[in-house]
């Protein structure tokens, strides 16, 4: 079966962190590039964070950049969302998905060019 698994998702302090993974299951995930979104009650999807196969460059959306890292380990066919200083709005379900269309992150992180949709996991902030 193709698709992501994410975990590590919880409760954090406002300012502290938390890593997420998302473990890729059915297929290579170094063929993609591949992103991290996110989703608030009551608002849209968005697409915060992106890496590239190969070089690994990376993309940021501009309120996470600074704060986020992401990173793979293709040998664990795992992708990672590193969170520091965490900030209220932060507070979302956390999805990540594969661009079967391009090697390379663009300018932004767009959902619907993205598939092999995991689950989410959920982040929740507290003051």
């Known amino acids: 079966q193709v698709q992501f698994v994410e975990s590590g998702g919880g409760l954090v302090q406002s300012g502290g962190s938390l890593r997420l993974s998302c473990a890729a299951s059915?297929?290579?995930?170094?063929?993609?590039?591949i992103g991290w979104f996110r989703q608030a009650p009551g608002k849209e999807r968005e697409g915060i964070a992106c890496?590239?196969?190969?070089?690994?460059?990376?993309y940021y959306l501009d309120s996470v950049k600074g704060r986020f890292t992401i990173s793979k380990d293709n040998a664990k066919n795992t992708v990672f969302l590193q969170m520091s200083n965490v900030k209220p709005e932060d507070a979302a379900d956390y999805y990540c998905a594969a661009n079967l269309m391009r090697t390379r992150c663009s300018g932004t992180v767009i959902s619907h060019e993205y598939s092999y949709w995991g689950q989410g996991t959920q982040v929740s902030v507290s003051p």
């Open positions: 059915g297929f290579f995930l170094d063929y993609y590039a």
């Open positions: 890496i590239s196969t190969r070089d690994e460059t990376t």
